[in-house]
């Protein structure tokens, strides 16, 4: 039989983090790993990505634990924030170049296929004269807008610094970037 740790509250379970109890920690770890697993196959991701992603966002926990930049809202918030940044740091590996390559790679034109070609043409103007509507609208957007969107699609910052840096809290950060997006498309549209 497995030995696992008995969690009476919260605070209990950080005390035990901070005293770095490799039981508590283990227990943390095995209740918490296949629901994150579960979310990262269901998302393009593979169980080797799962293990990784897991590990990093685990890691990620016992240092803001250990630092106290985590402070737990109600009994379930230690998982619930485990799995907020095992999210987090998968949707910001599906948004980095690494997979954006093999995502690329993976979907290069077979020629000995029997798809038409001039359809696969016409939809890369498509594309393309979509892409020029963006970079348009992207240009006439506004200054605070612009720096805000290029801070998170293209410097990959996160929404925590990001808001740091705006001296915002992470709600209204969020609530700009939505904003600024549907600017962005509302521009984009309107060229057309």
């Not at 508590?24 to 095995?30: D, V």
């Not at 926990?61 to 999210?87: C, H, M, R």
């Not at 029997?114 to 696969?120: A, E, L, P, R, V």
């Not at 939809?123 to 200054?143: C, P, Q, T």
Request: aromatic share 10%.
């Amino acid at each position: 039989m497995r030995e696992t740790y008995k969690i009476n509250s919260t605070q209990h379970l950080i005390d035990a983090i901070k005293d770095n109890n490799s039981l508590a920690l283990k227990t943390l770890y095995t209740t918490n790993y296949y629901k994150v697993e579960a979310f990262i196959l269901k998302n393009n991701g593979t169980k080797e990505h799962a293990k990784d992603i897991f590990q990093d966002a685990f890691l990620a926990l016992w240092k803001n634990v250990k630092q106290d930049k985590f402070v737990p809202q109600n009994e379930s918030s230690i998982s619930g924030y485990l799995y907020t940044i095992a999210k987090h740091k998968w949707m910001d590996y599906l948004r980095s170049k690494n997979y954006k390559k093999t995502i690329a790679s993976s979907s290069l034109i077979d020629m000995d296929s029997s798809d038409d070609i001039s359809d696969k043409i016409n939809d890369d103007k498509i594309n393309d004269e979509r892409l020029h509507s963006v970079m348009h609208a992207f240009k006439v957007l506004g200054m605070p807008c612009k720096s805000l969107l290029t801070k998170f699609y293209f410097e990959k910052k996160s929404m925590k610094d990001i808001a740091d840096e705006l001296q915002l809290d992470a709600a209204s950060t969020r609530n700009k970037k939505y904003r600024c997006m549907q600017k962005l498309r509302e521009i984009a549209l309107n060229l057309k």
